[in-house]
C-alpha cells in the first residue's frame, strides 16, 4: 500500500450541496493529484499540489478547487454539487522515482460520490 | 485532443493466450509509459513501465513493446490467466510538468477460464 487514505469512501449528496473530499498521505511526498473516473473517459487530471499552499488546475477543473495546507492532506471541494459531478474520485501521489524509474504515482483506492 | 489513445475498450481472451493492448500518444516530449491494472473497486495500480530508450521491457508474464518513430506502444500479457481480468490504462508523463500523467480510456480485459 501507498499509504493514501481517502475519505469519504462513498457519498450520495444532493444537487447544490458543497462536498469535500479529502486526501490524506503518509509518505511525504511532495506531488498530490485529484483524478475523477468516468466509464470511457480514462482518468481525467482535476487539480494537482505540488507543495504546501502551491495547486494548479488540471484538464477538468470547473467546478471544483482544491487546499493544501498540510503535506500530508489534499483536500478537493465541490462548491455546488452537479450531477455531472457524479463520479469516482481517485487521489494520487507521485514518487518522484530515479532516472530509469521515472514517474511513477500511486492512487487511493477511491471516493464514489453520486449526486441526485 | 487526446493525447494517448488506447486500443481496444474491451478484450476477451481464452485462459493461456496473449492479451495485447495498444496505445498511441502525440506529444513527442513523453519520455515515461507505465501501464496501469485496476481492479474493481480498487484504484489503479502500477503494473510496469518503459522508457523511450530501450525498445521492450519484460517483467514476468507482462511485456511492453515501444516503438518510438511510431510513437506508439503496447501491453502483452502472455499466458493469460482468469485473475488479470480488470481494467488496464496507459499512460504518458514527463518528469517536467509536475510529473503529470495523461491516460488513455482503458481496455476492460476478460480472461475466460
Known amino acids: 500500500d501507498a499509504g493514501i487514505t481517502q475519505s469519504p469512501r462513498h457519498k450520495v449528496t444532493e444537487t447544490g450541496t458543497p462536498v469535500t473530499l479529502r486526501c490524506h498521505q503518509t509518505?511525504?511526498?511532495?506531488?498530490m493529484y485529484w483524478y475523477r473516473q468516468d466509464p470511457g473517459h480514462g482518468l481525467r487530471l482535476i487539480h494537482y499540489s505540488y507543495g504546501v499552499k502551491d495547486t494548479d488546475k488540471g484538464e477538468v477543473s470547473d467546478g471544483y478547487s482544491v487546499s493544501r495546507s498540510k503535506t500530508e492532506d489534499f483536500l478537493l471541494t465541490l462548491e455546488s454539487a452537479t450531477s455531472s459531478q457524479t463520479s469516482v474520485y481517485f487521489c494520487?501521489?507521485?514518487?518522484?522515482?530515479?532516472?530509469?524509474?521515472?514517474?511513477?504515482?500511486?492512487f487511493g483506492e477511491g471516493s464514489w460520490l453520486t449526486v441526485v | 485532443q487526446q493525447q494517448v489513445k488506447q486500443s481496444p475498450q474491451s478484450l476477451i481472451v481464452q485462459k493461456g493466450g496473449i492479451s495485447i493492448i495498444n496505445c498511441a500518444y502525440e506529444n513527442t516530449a513523453f519520455d515515461y509509459f507505465p501501464w496501469y491494472q485496476q481492479f474493481p473497486g480498487k484504484g489503479p495500480a502500477l503494473l510496469i513501465a518503459i522508457r523511450p530508450d530501450v525498445s521492450e521491457k519484460k517483467e514476468g508474464r507482462f511485456t511492453i513493446s515501444f516503438n518510438k518513430s511510431a510513437k506508439q506502444f503496447s501491453l502483452h500479457i502472455m499466458d493469460s490467466q482468469p485473475g488479470d481480468s480488470a481494467t488496464y490504462f496507459c499512460?504518458?508523463?514527463?518528469?517536467?510538468?509536475?510529473?503529470?500523467?495523461?491516460f488513455g480510456d482503458g481496455t476492460t480485459l476478460t480472461v475466460k477460464p
Open positions: 499512460a504518458a508523463s514527463t518528469d517536467t510538468n509536475a510529473g503529470k500523467s495523461t
Open positions: 509518505e511525504n511526498h511532495r506531488y
Open positions: 494520487a501521489i507521485r514518487n518522484p522515482g530515479t532516472a530509469s524509474a521515472g514517474n511513477t504515482i500511486y
